[in-house]
């Protein structure tokens, strides 16, 4: 486990950048930088920085960033919210995305089609 790692994963995949994490942090982005380069980082830190990213220290220690699907536990208040971050699940998006774009295409070709076999007699 590299908490600085885990960090900087965690910090990416919310779009937050460096230096828009440290003013959260009220610190440098140099410093931000230094602490996501630790392997460790004490326990009140990681606290304030579950707390910038909406998460628990706990789900930033269990975080896997070397693995492919991750779920990432964010809780707002008592609301906790869940959001998987699951390449396939990005990929059948986009799937079916294109699926229905080809399918808008072959419906405009069939109805131009139509107006040329209209057209021609």
């Known amino acids: 486990m590299h908490l600085g790692r ?3 994963k965690l910090r990416e995949l919310k779009g937050i950048k460096q230096e828009d994490f440290a003013k959260m942090l009220k610190i440098t982005q140099q410093a931000v930088s230094k602490m ?3 392997k460790d980082i004490d326990d009140a830190t990681l606290q304030k920085i ?3 990213l909406g998460m628990t220290p706990d789900s930033i220690k269990e975080f896997n960033p070397d693995t492919m699907i991750q779920t990432v536990h964010q809780h707002s ?4 919210n869940i959001i998987n971050i699951n390449p396939v699940d990005k990929i059948v998006e986009l799937y079916e995305k294109l699926l229905k774009e080809k399918d808008g295409i072959i419906k405009s070709l069939k109805k131009e089609n139509e107006v040329l076999k209209r057209n021609s007699k």
């Open 77 to 80: 208040g008592n609301n906790g």
């Open 36 to 38: 996501e380069s630790k």
């Open 50 to 52: 579950a707390d910038k």
């Open 6 to 8: 885990n960090i900087s």
